[in-house]
């Protein structure tokens, strides 16, 4: 169990912020992960053209990115605090309680359908038939989902750092894995479309696509809808302010833009390749894609590696879904300390994963959790930013001694109620709600915060904004120090056992991408599902160790600038 402190109740101190690699890797990490093959799988089903695909999912997450690194990263940085506890500070211990509660349950279905999909890799070991009911059909594969999620709780107990470094070593070998699965595939797909023989050019693909994969039906979802799914899948990270959790880590708010490679590489070319592969199995089992689980699909492209890169791709994703969730139960009592809340929230959601409908029904449940949580990201937003800039005082409840901030309460209940109308009535789609509702919060409340007392002007307002600058100014300088000595840390020479796991690490990733390239070109399934188990093993032995090597070479010479370090944040 982690000691480490986790700061769920104060801002994170300088000498526990995290560098540009650290969200570099968890970014990849956990949106290279699981719920790829599920919704990757669903979008063929969709009847969605493909260049709908291609260009839908280019504009949503785009528009996904620069939410994270327009408005949720530059408040995480500012205030280093997690989302409960500036909600806390912002609308009361009454509000953070029904928001925490609520918050915590979708997290832990979400964590939830993250170890549903690493058991359907599992299960495949076991011979147990693909689980794609709302209930488990088999008893052998509640006992894999209990298994699967006892290991990721362990994890998501570690704390940020030791999900953060996981992250970090498996993102390159899972995003090789989606690629090479869907170039092996793509032979099949070829040999059961009319009218092309092979791939020689982009049209040849789109061709492919759009006969094979990517089939375009009446179903009336198009573009505009692939985009605004593609912006809302992680809405209640960005809109909803969840990552404040993560990138309040982060020394500066631009590390925000590393959700890009989360988006462009495991939410376009993972979600795409995930497609391929789909539509791949479903024609080798002569079956459809509804038909199958992640774990049968992976398997079909990439064998033993296959099953590997499920059970990877869910832990990467399910475990920083638990961390947060552990973070939203523990605000409720901060007794209760966020290792203890973790465990058992851990237990909850490992339980919840033992019904596959949390991850058959995935695409909806995104969204509603998105929208659910997007209206207190809009509060504050608004409070943060908006607040200052009109006049208004920034944690004017808490000035007053409120227990509950009842204009955001009554916004958020209020938006809610508008967001279930509007789509319950057929006047805007599920996808489509975001812009008009986030809107609607943002005025509502600053309507309700005015005649709640917002524009008044309290005593204890200055003694806190200068405590504020003055914690901005002592972390400022440390950063500025601990990356003024950045250079000499550079120089440093690795061991040469080190530097050759690293060499070895990049030359076996290398192999893997041969051996994909050499199936394709030989259309050649068995080789590589014999023989891709090989450099997968090469790999996570040698990057492990350099990792590990780097890490401590890194900790030892971060102790020995912590004096000097500490005399720049006494001046």
Request: net charge neutral.
């Amino acid at each position: 169990m982690s000691t480490a402190e986790e700061f769920e109740t104060q801002p994170v101190s300088p000498n526990k912020l995290q560098s540009a690699h650290t969200f570099a890797g968890s970014y990849a990490g956990e949106h290279v992960a699981g719920t790829e093959f599920v919704i990757g799988a669903l979008f063929v089903s969709w009847g969605v053209g493909a260049s709908d695909i291609l260009l839908g999912l280019l504009l949503g997450n785009l528009l996904a990115v620069l939410t994270w690194g327009l408005i949720t990263a530059p408040i995480a940085t500012d205030t280093r605090l997690t989302l409960y506890a500036y909600l806390e500070k912002i609308a009361g211990p009454g509000t953070i309680k029904l928001y925490s509660v609520i918050n915590g349950i979708l997290f832990c279905v979400l964590a939830g359908a993250m170890i549903t999909v690493s058991a359907s890799a599992v299960r495949v070991l076991f011979d147990i038939p693909p689980q794609v009911d709302w209930y488990p059909t088999d008893l052998r594969f509640v006992l894999v989902a209990l298994g699967v999620g006892a290991v990721v709780v362990f994890m998501a107990v570690k704390g940020f750092e030791k999900l953060a470094a996981f992250a970090e070593i498996c993102a390159p070998w899972m995003i090789l894995m989606f690629l090479v699965g869907a170039l092996v595939l793509l032979p099949t797909i070829v040999a059961a479309t009319n009218g092309v023989d092979s791939i020689g050019s982009f049209d040849d693909f789109l061709h492919i696509a759009s006969e094979s994969i990517w089939v375009q039906t009446d179903s009336g979802i198009g573009f505009w809808h692939v985009a605004a799914f593609a912006w809302v899948a992680n809405l209640a990270m960005h809109g909803g302010m969840g990552d404040m959790t993560l990138l309040r880590f982060a020394r500066h708010s631009r590390y925000g833009y590393f959700s890009a490679l989360g988006m462009f590489i495991g939410h376009y070319l993972a979600w795409i390749c995930a497609g391929v592969m789909g539509a791949g199995a479903a024609i080798l089992l002569s079956t459809t894609i509804v038909a199958l689980d992640p774990g049968a699909v992976a398997y079909q492209a990439l064998g033993t590696c296959g099953i590997i890169a499920v059970i990877i791709a869910g832990w990467t994703t399910s475990n920083p879904t638990i961390y947060r969730a552990g973070l939203a139960f523990s605000s409720l009592n901060h007794k209760w300390g966020r290792t203890k809340v973790t465990v058992v929230v851990g237990i909850v959601t490992t339980i919840i994963a033992c019904f596959p409908f949390v991850f058959s029904q995935l695409l909806g449940f995104v969204g509603i959790m998105g929208l659910m949580m997007a209206p207190v990201g809009a509060v504050i937003v608004a409070e943060h930013w908006l607040f200052p800039r009109i006049g208004f005082t920034r944690y004017w409840s808490k000035y007053k001694g409120n227990t509950t901030n009842y204009a955001a309460i009554i916004t958020w209940l209020s938006s809610l109620a508008v967001s279930y109308y509007l789509e319950a009535s057929g006047t805007l789609h599920l996808f489509f709600i975001l812009i008009p509702i986030w809107i609607f919060a943002t005025a509502l409340y600053c309507l309700l915060a005015y005649a709640m007392g917002a524009k008044k002007s309290y005593p204890q307002q200055q003694s806190e904004e200068n405590a504020e600058t003055e914690r901005k100014a002592i972390e400022k300088a440390y950063i500025k120090n601990l990356e003024s000595n950045h250079g000499q840390n550079d120089k440093v020479t690795l061991p040469i056992l080190t530097r050759f796991a690293l060499v070895t690490s990049y030359l076996s990733l290398l192999a893997c991408v041969f051996l994909g390239v050499s199936a394709y070109i030989n259309q050649d399934i068995e080789t590589i599902r014999a023989w891709l188990i090989v450099p997968t093993l090469v790999y996570f032995i040698s990057a492990t160790y350099a990792y590990l090597q780097k890490s401590k070479i890194s900790q030892e010479d971060q102790s020995s600038n912590t004096i000097e370090q500490g005399l720049v944040i006494t001046k």
